[in-house]
């Protein structure tokens, strides 16, 4: 493809594919090899970045960062602009992704991610993949009437909360698109569970599973590696392992610099980012915009007590470490969390009870390119390929793996870590609750783009957000000069039963106050849901039986 750069041009991270384009790995999702798609090369800003960016909006920096991804020969500049202002015309907050300052003396940032269709940061990134979806396929079907002639797309996702409500929002009523969506039992939150399934359009299909979000994940990684559904179905990818949703990502890191260079006055401030992480999507696309050049001192992982990052962040072993009986109790079942003997521990954090990060693997593959002894680059590219592939055998087959002391040493370079505990969750809810908000916060000054967040002057986090900003107070105790931004991933309204416990007997708190409107009533709405085990053939099956009623192909 001569007429793309390195960084329009994609490979698996297993080694088994290259040079393939934007379109095809969106439509793909999953690499044949298993492999998770990343660019050849991560692309550079231009010179001029600095200067020109700094009072671009969300979907002017959008558009930029996009555009050094996607070849203008895929989809042309016009389109791609349409594209993002079609994707983010949706969200409530004129600024797609507004900063908050916490506490000016601490250097204390909030990145509010929850402004979007379903209340949580996956709207950034779903919205826009889903109308990527319907681009790619209105220009494939164009001239084809019949429904045999017309390229049907059958997206699978698996979600732990937020990605299966942020997916069918993002997909609901598309033409050629069937989704189905599998969450664990009992284990999503009432407000995410009812966000998916009161969503009745006869394309979307939410599958409840018996089992953890780990067993939903291998479903669907079955699902693309079985060749049997793959002659008769077009799969597509909505998780994290999907490029386009890391890719739409990366913007608001550089949204967030930007605006803290404006609350700041400071031109070239030292930046921390802390991010709440499960699946490792969400701070991978800040690696990808540091490593184009986006200044950042760390990024630091803030993970729940199931903590096979940090843990790997501390030892260098990557390692599942089953917890069995009343060791893995925890959270709020009303919240979706419930004990598992298969090794997640179950917390108030429920959407990052994530036991292997799918998107870890990405980053390891980048790991071993660096520090590879090999000058020629495509037989670097290979090295990487083959060393990832056998971690993630070793991984399948012993339960983990182990990286030599110069792969760990890399990691180092760009990544923190912490872990927080329940009670340490429950603690940051308090005290934030607890703390004013200063008096020039923006959220201080103007009305709510998005109600329940905060009850006069006084923030409320969920707990998923929670668990950033006490990672954030610990790394500041040690770099209290280096301002830290920590993300909000969603909406408190969404994880009721840890946010009253955290603030039932605070003067003034009621959580009637918290619940968007939109929230109202939803739990009285007519669902649609289907209970399933967690073998893989069962899906299979259903999916397939329900894409032909969907299409009329049934008999």
Same mark, same amino acid.
């Given at each position: 493809m001569?007429?793309h750069?390195?960084?329009q041009?994609y490979?698996s991270?297993r080694?088994?594919?290259?040079?393939l384009?934007?379109?095809?790995?969106?439509?793909?999702g999953?690499?044949?090899?298993?492999?998770?798609?990343?660019?050849?090369?991560i692309?550079?800003?231009p010179?001029?970045?600095h200067s020109?960016?700094s009072t671009?909006?969300?979907?002017?920096?959008?558009f930029?960062?996009?555009s050094?991804?996607?070849?203008?020969e895929?989809?042309?500049?016009t389109?791609?602009?349409?594209?993002v202002?079609?994707?983010y015309?949706?969200?409530?907050?004129e600024?797609?992704?507004?900063?908050?300052?916490?506490?000016?003396?601490?250097?204390l940032?909030?990145?509010?991610?929850?402004h979007?269709?379903t209340f949580a940061?996956?709207d950034?990134a779903?919205?826009?993949l889903?109308?990527l979806?319907?681009?790619?396929?209105?220009?494939r079907n164009e001239?084809?009437?019949?429904?045999?002639?017309?390229?049907?797309?059958?997206?699978?996702?698996?979600t732990?909360?937020?990605t299966?409500?942020?997916?069918?929002?993002g997909?609901?009523?598309?033409k050629?698109?069937?989704v189905?969506?599998m969450?664990?039992?009992?284990?999503v939150?009432?407000?995410q569970e009812?966000?998916?399934?009161t969503?009745?359009?006869?394309?979307v299909h939410n599958l409840?599973?018996?089992?953890?979000?780990?067993?939903?994940?291998?479903?669907?990684?079955a699902?693309?590696?079985?060749?049997?559904i793959?002659k008769?179905?077009k799969?597509?990818?909505?998780n994290?392992?999907?490029?386009?949703?890391?890719?739409?990502?990366?913007t608001?890191?550089?949204?967030a610099?930007?605006?803290?260079?404006?609350?700041?006055g400071?031109?070239?401030?030292a930046?921390r980012f802390v991010?709440?992480?499960?699946?490792?999507?969400?701070?991978?696309?800040?690696y990808?915009?540091?490593?184009m050049g986006?200044?950042?001192?760390?990024?630091?992982?803030?993970?729940?007590?199931n903590?096979?990052? /940090? @843990?790997?962040?501390?030892t =260098?072993?990557?390692?599942?470490?089953?917890?069995?009986?009343?060791?893995?109790? +925890? %959270? #709020?079942e009303e919240?979706?969390?419930?004990?598992?003997?298969?090794g997640?521990?179950?917390?108030?954090?429920?959407?990052?009870?994530?036991?292997?990060?799918?998107?870890f693997?990405?980053l390891?593959?980048?790991?071993a390119?660096?520090?590879?002894?090999?000058?020629?680059?495509? /037989? @670097?590219?290979?090295?990487? =390929?083959?060393?990832?592939k056998n971690w993630l055998?070793?991984?399948?087959?012993? +339960? %983990? #793996?182990?990286?030599k002391?110069e792969?760990?040493e890399a990691?180092?370079?760009?990544f923190?870590?912490?872990?927080?505990?329940d009670?340490?969750?429950?603690?940051a809810i308090?005290?934030?609750?607890?703390?004013?908000l200063?008096e020039s916060?923006?959220?201080?000054?103007?009305?709510?783009a998005t109600?329940?967040?905060?009850?006069s002057?006084?923030?409320i986090?969920?707990?998923h957000?929670a668990? +950033?900003?006490?990672?954030?107070?610990?790394?500041?105790?040690?770099?209290?000069?280096v301002?830290h931004i920590?993300?909000?991933?969603a909406?408190?309204a969404?994880?009721?039963?840890?946010?009253?416990l955290?603030?039932?007997?605070?003067?003034?708190?009621a959580?009637?106050?918290?619940?968007?409107?939109?929230?109202?009533?939803?739990?009285?709405?007519?669902?649609?849901?289907?209970g399933?085990?967690?073998?893989?053939?069962e899906v299979?099956?259903?999916?397939?039986?329900?894409v032909?009623?969907?299409?009329?192909l049934?008999?």
């Amino acid at each position: 493809m001569p007429s793309h750069s390195p960084s329009q041009r994609y490979l698996s991270t297993r080694g088994g594919s290259y040079d393939l384009s934007f379109e095809t790995v969106v439509l793909k999702g999953l690499a044949p090899d298993g492999g998770l798609f990343i660019p050849e090369e991560i692309p550079s800003l231009p010179s001029d970045w600095h200067s020109k960016w700094s009072t671009y909006s969300f979907q002017d920096l959008a558009f930029e960062i996009f555009s050094l991804y996607i070849s203008p020969e895929e989809i042309p500049a016009t389109d791609l602009k349409e594209i993002v202002r079609k994707s983010y015309s949706t969200f409530r907050d004129e600024t797609i992704t507004p900063l908050v300052t916490l506490d000016e003396k601490k250097n204390l940032h909030l990145l509010e991610l929850f402004h979007g269709p379903t209340f949580a940061f996956k709207d950034v990134a779903l919205q826009f993949l889903g109308n990527l979806f319907e681009y790619f396929l209105v220009r494939r079907n164009e001239g084809r009437a019949g429904v045999k002639e017309r390229e049907h797309l059958t997206v699978i996702g698996a979600t732990s909360g937020d990605t299966g409500s942020a997916a069918i929002y993002g997909l609901r009523g598309k033409k050629d698109v069937s989704v189905f969506i599998m969450h664990p039992k009992g284990k999503v939150s009432p407000v995410q569970e009812a966000q998916m399934t009161t969503v009745l359009d006869a394309n979307v299909h939410n599958l409840a599973v018996e089992g953890t979000f780990d067993d939903c994940q291998d479903i669907v990684k079955a699902l693309f590696a079985d060749p049997e559904i793959n002659k008769t179905h077009k799969l597509a990818a909505v998780n994290s392992i999907n490029w386009a949703r890391i890719l739409a990502q990366i913007t608001y890191y550089f949204r967030a610099y930007f605006s803290l260079v404006r609350q700041t006055g400071n031109s070239k401030p030292a930046i921390r980012f802390v991010v709440p992480t499960g699946n490792f999507g969400d701070i991978l696309a800040g690696y990808f915009a540091t490593r184009m050049g986006l200044p950042a001192d760390k990024l630091v992982i803030a993970t729940n007590e199931n903590d096979i990052l /940090h @843990r790997f962040w501390k030892t =260098g072993h990557y390692e599942k470490q089953p917890v069995h009986g009343r060791e893995a109790e +925890g %959270g #709020f079942e009303e919240d979706g969390v419930k004990a598992h003997e298969a090794g997640v521990k179950e917390t108030l954090a429920p959407a990052m009870d994530i036991l292997v990060s799918s998107n870890f693997e990405r980053l390891l593959w980048f790991l071993a390119y660096q520090t590879s002894s090999s000058e020629e680059t495509n /037989h @670097r590219r290979m090295q990487a =390929g083959e060393q990832v592939k056998n971690w993630l055998a070793e991984l399948k087959s012993s +339960g %983990g #793996f182990g990286v030599k002391p110069e792969i760990l040493e890399a990691a180092k370079k760009n990544f923190l870590s912490e872990r927080v505990s329940d009670k340490q969750t429950i603690d940051a809810i308090k005290d934030m609750y607890t703390s004013p908000l200063p008096e020039s916060s923006s959220v201080v000054k103007t009305q709510q783009a998005t109600a329940g967040t905060h009850i006069s002057g006084h923030y409320i986090l969920d707990p998923h957000t929670a668990i +950033g900003i006490a990672a954030s107070l610990r790394s500041i105790s040690a770099a209290p000069e280096v301002q830290h931004i920590s993300l909000a991933t969603a909406h408190p309204a969404k994880f009721s039963n840890a946010v009253e416990l955290a603030l039932k007997d605070e003067e003034g708190f009621a959580f009637d106050a918290v619940l968007p409107e939109e929230f109202i009533g939803l739990d009285k709405l007519e669902r649609r849901v289907v209970g399933c085990g967690k073998e893989w053939e069962e899906v299979r099956e259903i999916v397939v039986n329900e894409v032909e009623k969907e299409l009329g192909l049934s008999d």
